[in-house]
């Protein structure tokens, strides 16, 4: 699980998080230059600081989007239309802008969702989402109760594949039955925590028609409508960009 | 009240049915409390489980306690002195931020207790509460307990499987069902198995062996004819030393050695690099959950699996107590019977190292005194046995050397 950096952006409100970053990457989708996506970027990297999320952790657990976005590159170089303007000569390859945007592109999609979902606690967007989007109570805290599972369910998995090694089941040729096979003890268990899960959650009330009240605070403020506003604006400035740039 | 039975007599069906959390189609008869049905009266109940890991529902300490109270609509000026006040009832030694998923197995039950408690219940239920818990965390659960029901005006019904630690907690104690000799009593009459002739050659041994998380290093030799209790507190590494020396898993420090007596020319190698079907015929573990091990749909066939004739496989089923269900599907077994052919599949593979991992676990007196005179029948017929236990009974029974993991 992710720890929740104790940050500027890390306190303000998930759902007001969430709609900047779902504008910014909605605006970032209908453009591929290079210029509005460095700009998504770069802005993003400025303002790293406010998130709390350090720049190696950035690294450390980004770098799926990073090695893509440099997948896309080479290969874009390699084998992308040759076509628009050459921005440099690599290795006697062409680097055109194409390669640049794309990879970008990329980086410029996924930062933003990233950045974002380091500095949710998953506590606070339910909360959040209850009290802002009106999401079910139900739904909303019996997903988070079912998150609280996953790790479980990891553990399991290894446990698992152990059992079927100490019972002198090895995968062979053909590694599917052996998949298949723990999938399979891993859904009866998954199935019998839920269920326990699920009684324990009715026995402290939650299938009630009481009208639920909520522990926690939600507070939406300034501060939190400046971030869905500072999204805005940056969506808006790809747009302008775009056009301006055509 | 403590309420006792045999496994399968029904005794968490019958909490379930006093929490009102029965369907009506499972029922017969009426469940009354102050003169109305369970089902209406739930809110004057409050139910603790076994398992402390799918009881929880939030991930800080403080707003699990609080889920109970936001249900049944208390006021939110009113919810966190509740919590606070039953936080401290219970003991529990951290504030509301603590993340949950960091607490151990007697702090996370504490935790379950008192988010039951904040709900302030007539009716309090405890289902087997400290099962899963070492005799340290289990003792603190039980002052928890005994603390909590002096705060609060309420009626406690406690099962439990172990007598002697429960009874200074009740008033009374009533047994479920006929089947009076499966259940423990205090003081009850154990077999007592040491081994009577000495041990012989050694089979496998850890060399400087390093556990995950802790910063010792186990050196320990296992011998034919003997068995090897391995006891400390939860996290302390036991289920991780029964991986390595199961050859299950790799060591990230020191090394499992197996000896030519256990391994012939596979010896040279460490266990973990061995080829499945040749560990199984050496080494059999059985893990704490039996279900992880289950493969095949029937019971015979989980044995056949080991590779041995349709007649050792048919002597194995009847030693255990297991032909009747032959056929059976070995997720539909009780717990005691599960664990009786967790054990027989390890068995069916015969190997000459046996590493068991809380073999007693949630077992009632008669499973208990079956599985402690078919352990020390395997071990005299000449099998090393490696019991990873916090049962100390158990222990006392047949265990012949101890390795006790302090506490990390």
Redesign the interface.
């Known amino acids: 699980?992710l720890t929740v950096p104790n940050s500027w952006l890390a306190r303000r409100d998930a759902t007001a998080k969430l709609l900047a970053a779902a504008l910014l990457t909605a605006a970032v989708l209908t453009s591929i230059d290079p210029l509005t996506s460095g700009l998504v970027a770069g802005v993003l990297v400025l303002v790293l600081p406010l998130t709390g999320v350090p720049l190696k952790v950035l690294l450390q657990r980004g770098w799926p989007i990073l090695a893509s976005a440099g997948g896309i590159f080479v290969f874009t170089v390699l084998l992308g239309a040759r076509e628009g303007p050459v921005l440099a000569h690599v290795a006697g390859l062409d680097v055109r802008e194409n390669a640049v945007g794309y990879a970008l592109r990329l980086v410029a999609i996924g930062l933003p969702g990233f950045v974002v979902f380091a500095t949710i606690d998953?506590?606070d967007l339910a909360d959040s989402l209850i009290a802002h989007l009106r999401v079910p109570p139900r739904f909303a805290?019996g997903a988070?109760?079912a998150l609280?599972?996953v790790?479980?369910l990891i553990d399991?998995y290894r446990?698992?594949r152990?059992?079927?090694?100490?019972?002198?089941?090895?995968a062979g040729w053909n590694p599917l039955p052996l998949f298949f096979?723990t999938l399979f003890?891993l859904l009866?268990?998954a199935i019998r925590?839920g269920i326990?899960?699920a009684?324990?959650?009715?026995?402290?009330?939650?299938d009630?028609e009481?009208?639920?009240?909520?522990?926690?605070?939600t507070h939406f403020g300034w501060s939190d409508a400046s971030v869905v506003v500072a999204g805005l604006l940056l969506a808006a400035a790809v747009i302008l960009v775009k056009f301006a740039h055509p | 009240m403590l309420l006792l039975g045999a496994s399968g007599a029904g005794k968490s069906t019958l909490l379930?049915a006093l929490?009102g959390?029965l369907d009506e189609g499972d029922q017969e008869g009426r469940v009354l409390i102050d003169g109305r049905p369970a089902r209406e009266m739930?809110?004057e109940t409050?139910?603790v489980?076994q398992?402390p890991?799918?009881?929880?529902?939030?991930?800080?300490a403080?707003?699990d306690v609080?889920?109970?109270?936001?249900?049944?609509?208390?006021?939110?000026a009113e919810?966190?002195p509740r919590?606070d006040a039953a936080l401290a009832a219970v003991g529990f030694p951290y504030g509301r931020a603590r993340d949950?998923?960091a607490l151990s197995g007697g702090e996370q039950q504490r935790l379950a207790i008192a988010?039951?408690i904040a709900?302030r219940p007539g009716l309090l239920l405890l289902d087997e509460p400290t099962a899963n818990l070492d005799p340290e965390g289990a003792q603190l659960v039980r002052t928890a307990i005994a603390k909590a029901m002096q705060d609060v005006d309420a009626t406690m019904v406690l099962v439990e499987h172990r007598v002697d630690e429960a009874l200074p907690l009740v008033d009374r104690t009533v047994v479920l069902g006929e089947d009076t000799d499966a259940v423990w009593t205090a003081g009850a009459l154990l077999p007592s198995r040491r081994a009577r002739s000495a041990p012989g050659e050694v089979l496998l041994t850890a060399d400087a062996l390093a556990l995950r998380h802790t910063p010792q290093k186990i050196d320990v030799a296992v011998l034919q004819g003997q068995a090897l209790a391995v006891q400390g507190p939860n996290g302390a590494g036991k289920s991780t030393l029964a991986?390595l020396l199961?050859g299950?898993?790799r060591p990230t420090g020191g090394r499992v050695v197996a000896s030519p007596a256990l391994a012939g020319p596979d010896a040279r190698r460490p266990p973990h690099r061995w080829?499945?079907?040749r560990?199984?015929?050496r080494i059999?573990?059985v893990?704490q959950?039996p279900?992880?091990?289950?493969?095949t749909s029937t019971v015979r066939e989980e044995l056949l699996?080991?590779?041995r004739s349709p007649a050792v496989v048919d002597d194995l089923l009847s030693r255990l107590r297991l032909d009747k269900l032959a056929l059976a599907n070995p997720?539909t077994l009780s717990g005691g019977e599960q664990r009786r052919l967790s054990v027989a599949?390890?068995l069916a593979?015969a190997p000459r190292l046996l590493i068991l991992d809380e073999p007693t676990f949630g077992q009632d007196l008669r499973t208990w005194r079956e599985l402690v005179e078919l352990l020390a029948d395997l071990r005299d017929e000449g099998r090393g046995l490696v019991l990873v236990t916090h049962d100390a009974q158990l222990v006392a029974a047949i265990g012949d050397e101890r390795l006790v993991l302090p506490r990390c």
């Open positions: 699980m998953p506590t805290i988070l109760a609280r599972l790790p479980l399991e446990l698992l152990l059992a079927r090694r100490a019972r002198g089941i090895a096979s003890g009866v268990g925590r326990r899960l009684t324990a959650m009715e026995a402290r009330g939650f009630r009481v009208l639920r009240t909520t522990a926690r605070e | 379930a929490a959390l739930r809110a409050g139910i489980f398992d890991q799918t009881q929880l529902i939030m991930s800080r403080g707003d609080a889920f109970g109270l936001e249900n049944r609509g208390v006021p939110r919810i966190w919590v949950t998923a988010g039951v709900l991986l199961g299950l898993t080829p499945a079907a560990l199984a015929r059999g573990s893990f959950n279900e992880h091990q289950f493969v699996l080991g590779g997720y599949t390890a593979a």
